[in-house]
């Protein structure tokens, strides 16, 4: 839900530098809004790794 964007990209971008690689597991997600798609989309420009990824919200990722 939006309300969560800024924290799982803020949570996203520190383990990133922290790390250098980030797997996120998307396997419990039953929705994602426009405003996470977008974000899935920028975080997965940049060394996170999507896992577990439910198909519906991989078509949306591929979709431009």
Request: glycine share 8%; hydrophobic share 50%; net charge negative.
């Amino acid at each position: 839900m939006a309300e969560w964007v800024p924290v799982l990209e803020r949570e996203c971008w520190l383990a990133l530098q922290e790390n250098g690689h980030v797997q996120l597991d998307l396997s419990a997600v039953t929705f994602v809004d426009g405003r996470g798609l977008a974000a899935l989309r920028r975080l997965g420009a940049n060394a996170l790794e999507i896992i577990n990824c439910p198909e519906f919200i991989g078509e949306l990722l591929r979709t431009p």
